[in-house]
């Protein structure tokens, strides 16, 4: 994900050297009485400085590249929470849009999309797995092949070694539902994937995700998220 800024898109952590980019957010304010008062800024341009992510500088991640609309603040952050924590699935449609915008080169030549997947557990509390509801709306093939074998603790309290260490074999490739459907070891042999998410803060989680179809014989493995957290330490 450290290849320069492609004109008119915004990729989360990834900017040509001393210039910002923007891009404008086409989601407009969900109304109702759970939509945060955020919201009212929807539809305006979203600013992203920064350079490489130290990661990408590290050249150690296992994601050849990575997209974001945009840094995980202000009326963006609003929105993902408003899908999110409010059950607003109505917003997944036109927040995966502006995704699909925005990732359109790691879009390119991608065989699917794998969302990451919550434990059986959070998804039953929850109802849906956002991950799942905005990967069905970027119009490619979305393969459920990864499984969240155990419950992890939320990544949002914890410090980035410790978010790494969360998550660390906490994903395995699903099982399939009957045994004469092919196993998804022999689907994604060879293919190239995006990982699908709504955030990413240092990447632990999309790291460990793909670590497991690597090792699953899957050729390349990209992201894409709705949303990015920057200036984190890694």
Request: hydrophobic share 45%; aromatic share 6%; charged share 20%.
């Amino acid at each position: 994900c450290g290849d320069p800024l492609p004109s008119g898109q915004l990729a989360a952590g990834v900017e040509e050297s001393d210039r910002s980019a923007t891009v404008s957010f086409p989601v407009t304010a969900p109304d109702g009485p759970n939509a945060s008062q955020e919201l009212a800024g929807a539809g305006r341009d979203v600013r992203l400085h920064g350079a490489a992510c130290p990661r990408c500088r590290r050249g150690s991640s296992l994601i050849t590249r990575s997209r974001a609309v945009g840094e995980y603040v202000g009326t963006l952050r609003a929105i993902v929470h408003v899908l999110k924590y409010d059950k607003r699935r109505s917003v997944a449609p036109r927040l995966a849009r502006a995704m699909a915008a925005s990732g359109k080169e790691v879009l390119c030549g991608v065989d699917a999309a794998i969302p990451v997947p919550l434990h059986w557990t959070r998804k039953w509390r929850r109802g849906f797995n956002q991950a799942s509801l905005l990967a069905s709306h970027l119009g490619i093939a979305v393969w459920p092949a990864l499984a969240r074998v155990r419950a992890t603790s939320p990544q949002v309290a914890l410090a980035a070694s410790a978010r790494r260490a969360n998550v660390q074999n906490a994903f395995a490739l699903a099982r399939m539902r009957w045994p004469w459907q092919m196993p998804w070891r022999r689907r994604v042999e060879g293919k190239t994937v995006l990982l699908v998410d709504d955030v990413s803060t240092t990447s632990a989680t999309l790291e460990a995700c793909a670590r497991v179809l690597r090792q699953a014989g899957v050729r390349e493995v990209r992201a894409l998220t709705a949303a990015r957290v920057v200036g984190q330490p890694w």
